[in-house]
């Protein structure tokens, strides 16, 4: 079983792309602490807002949550150009990680233009049974029926 959100590629893609990040994270110390903390920051963002805003209720706040995942992995790929601009990433790295930051940025927008949605199943959350005593009543310690 899984959240819906784990079943877009974009979601899949970003995750991939936090790994590249705190891979490439724990060769930065000293003065490159900063870009560090704002490449993990910024990073695991794109995943979080995916997540976030799949399980939002309209389409407006889907997309908000979808467009700062966007803006988080546009952030990613200025980073990385200034990594490579100061020698810490090589041209090949910081293209290799871009070509995932394009995808995310492509899925991300096209997300946004559509209203396209993968949203929880609620019924699969309301199928627990903590009142099976078969009579009509709610069982719960507050008395209010209904309430979970």
Aim: charge should be negative; proline fraction near 1%; aromatic fraction near 6%.
């Amino acid at each position: 079983m899984q959240f819906a959100h784990e079943q877009l590629d974009v979601y899949r893609v970003s995750i991939r792309y936090v790994a590249w990040a705190y891979e490439t994270a724990k060769r930065l110390k000293g003065i490159d602490r900063h870009a560090r903390d704002q490449l993990l920051r910024a990073s695991q963002s794109i995943p979080l807002n995916l997540a976030e805003g799949n399980g939002k209720g309209t389409n407006a706040d889907r997309r908000r949550f979808f467009e700062i995942a966007r803006g988080s992995a546009l952030e990613c790929g200025s980073i990385q150009d200034c990594l490579e601009a100061c020698g810490v990433l090589s041209a090949a790295e910081n293209t290799h990680a871009k070509t995932m930051l394009i995808r995310i940025v492509s899925m991300l927008t096209k997300l946004g233009q559509r209203n396209h949605e993968v949203r929880e199943n609620c019924g699969c959350y309301d199928q627990i049974d903590d009142d099976n005593d078969n009579d009509n009543d709610s069982d719960n310690d507050n008395g209010a029926k209904g309430i979970r």
